[in-house]
């Protein structure tokens, strides 16, 4: 079955810096694209980045681009966030999601994980 399970989330100071992993399990990894998401409580879910199943191509919100990078490694079954410059704004739960295809910008999910939380305060 297929597994998707988020880490390296925790309490970071404003400015500082994360990166985030997804371990996933139960199918072909890198044949399909995959996404970062976010959402605080009470509001809906926000599309971060996406990344092509081979890693050379990616997509970034406007409210992250500059300061993440989306990156996988395809021998390991994981994706990455690395998150820089972070800022309260930046605060919420963090989720990977499994694309249905290969296709970037074609975002249709079939699986996602139980997500990390990520809070910048000082």
């Known amino acids: 079955q297929v597994q998707l399970v988020e880490s390296g989330g925790g309490l970071v100071q404003p400015g500082g810096s994360l990166r985030l992993s997804c371990a996933a399990s139960g199918f072909s990894f890198s044949i399909y694209a995959m996404s970062w998401a976010r959402q605080v409580p009470g509001k809906g879910l926000e599309w971060v980045s996406s990344?092509?199943?081979?890693?050379?191509?990616?997509s970034y919100a406007d409210s992250v681009k500059g300061r993440f990078a989306i990156s996988r490694d395809n021998s390991k079954n994981t994706l990455y966030l690395q998150m820089n410059n972070l800022n309260p704004g930046d605060t919420a739960i963090y989720y990977c999601r499994k694309h249905v295809s290969d296709r970037l910008l074609e975002r249709i999910y079939d699986y996602g994980g139980q997500g990390t939380q990520v809070t910048v305060s000082s």
């Open positions: 990344i092509t199943g081979g890693g050379g191509g990616t």
